[in-house]
Each structure stands twice: as structure tokens, then as C-alpha cells.
């Protein structure tokens, strides 16, 4: 992230959980949920009001289920074909 804030972005972290271990004045933690529709329109308000834009957006937001794939019912696969 250090050329990133060498070429004056600032970096968002919009996930649920920060380590804190980043200590930089361009960079934000935003608490967000990209499960929940009103955490994530939060978070986009945030970005309009302070930035304004998007330059450059990284998605690594994920979910998953674990358990054997016999034991997986059918109803299960619904949620990651929403």
C-alpha cells in the first residue's frame, strides 16, 4: 500500500474487522458487512461525501460454507446464486 500513498491516494478498508496495525493520515477503516445492502450504501455514502470518486477499486470480499458435499442440501447452493 506504501505506492499507493506515495502517488496521494488515500486507501479504505471496508471490511468487517481491522487489524489496526496501519498507521497512516490517507488511511480509513469503514466497518462494512458487503452482505448487508445498508452497510454497504453507507460505506458509498462515506466515499461521496470525503472523496467524491473511486480511482481504483479492489474487491476480496468472500463467503463460503464448509462441511462435507454429500451432507450440502440443495437450498444451500441458492445463496451463492443470488
Known sequence: ???YYKK???VINASRTDSG???NKKYYF????VSKEKE???LFDFINNKFWKID???NNA???????LA????????????
Request: no cysteine; glycine share 8%.
Open 71 to 82: 451432507d450440502t442440501k440443495t437450498k444451500d447452493f441458492d445463496v451463492y446464486l443470488m
Open 56 to 58: 481504483l477499486l479492489v
Open 62 to 68: 468472500g463467503f463460503g460454507r464448509f462441511g462435507k
Open 1 to 3: 500500500m506504501q505506492n
Open 30 to 33: 469503514f466497518k462494512t458487512d
Open 40 to 42: 454497504v450504501k453507507s
Open 8 to 10: 496521494k491516494y488515500s
Open 21 to 23: 496495525t496501519i498507521k
